[in-house]
């Protein structure tokens, strides 16, 4: 899908690829993925080359080629917590960090791609992690996830909320910023601290079950990514980023608020 978009000086067009996506129709909604998740990455490895290594490689050649600039929405999912980045430290990962999780196909072809891509000067590369939307049907939307789930662990993670994020992309676009950047906002949040959230604005009915890495091992197929990516970057360049949980009071349970909160 092509869209335009008109400032006062200037019309810029921008080519979605992967416009029938959630974050792809979230950004033809504002201009105007795919459905297999981690878990079908493992079983269709072939696929899942062509679509994270061969698909993207060939758009950004193509563009390199027109002169164009390619905002590829990644992941952030390819490091886990380690010595250096340990759980609770407050350190994440840099965007200069090399990769250090391949615990899933899908983050290894990641991972992969993303050290391909940093050849190219044209590419502007976006982790994005675990994303976040105000629209609490769409199951897609990790609030949503979460909230069906009969059981959750419990981590603080680096997170992305599209509401505030996304626009910011569209104007990392219009600047030409190219690179590796940790496209979160700042800080981590756990599931526990965003299902208070959901209980506090939304249903003060609602509950939850916890169990841990062991037990969630027994449930999906491929191991999942727990991290904190550093927005230092992402911050500098635009000041008015809010941290993680203000963004998800602001952007996501306020507008949807159902209760009174004290």
Same mark, same amino acid.
């Given at each position: ?146 909230? &069906? ?10 997170? =992305?909320?599209?509401? +505030? $994020? *996304?626009? #910011? ?54 191991? &999942? ?10 911050? =500098?360049?635009?000041? +008015? $980023? *809010?941290? #993680? ?18």
């Amino acid at each position: 899908m092509t869209s335009s978009v008109n400032t006062s000086s200037t019309q810029h067009n921008f080519l979605i690829y992967g416009r029938t996506g959630w974050i792809g129709g979230l950004l033809g909604n504002l201009c105007v993925t795919g459905r297999p998740n981690v878990d079908w990455c493992e079983s269709h490895k072939v696929e899942t080359v062509r679509t994270n290594v061969v698909g993207t490689l060939t758009l950004a050649d193509v563009c390199r080629e027109k002169g164009v600039v390619v905002i590829n929405y990644a992941t952030g999912c390819i490091f886990e917590y380690d010595e250096e980045h340990s759980l609770g430290s407050g350190v994440g990962f840099k965007e200069e960090d090399v990769p250090n999780f391949i615990g899933s196909y899908y983050s290894k072809t990641k991972a992969m791609v993303e050290d391909l891509l940093a050849n190219y000067e044209n590419v502007c590369t976006l982790r994005v992690r675990m994303p976040i939307s105000s629209d609490l049907s769409n199951p897609r939307n990790f609030i949503t996830k979460i909230t &069906r789930y009969e059981k959750v662990v419990n981590i603080p993670n680096s997170m =992305t909320i599209l509401d +505030e $994020l *996304l626009p #910011i992309s569209i104007e990392m676009a219009k600047r030409n910023l190219t690179g590796i950047w940790n496209f979160t906002n700042p800080g981590v949040v756990s599931h526990n601290e965003i299902l208070e959230m959901y209980r506090d604005y939304i249903d003060p009915n609602f509950t939850w079950k916890n169990f841990n890495l062991e037990e969630q091992a027994k449930v999906i197929v491929a191991p &999942r990514s727990n991290n904190e990516l550093d927005a230092t970057k992402l911050k =500098t360049e635009f000041p +008015e $980023l *809010l941290s #993680i949980k203000d963004s998800l009071i602001k952007y996501v349970f306020k507008p949807n608020q159902k209760t009174s909160v004290a």
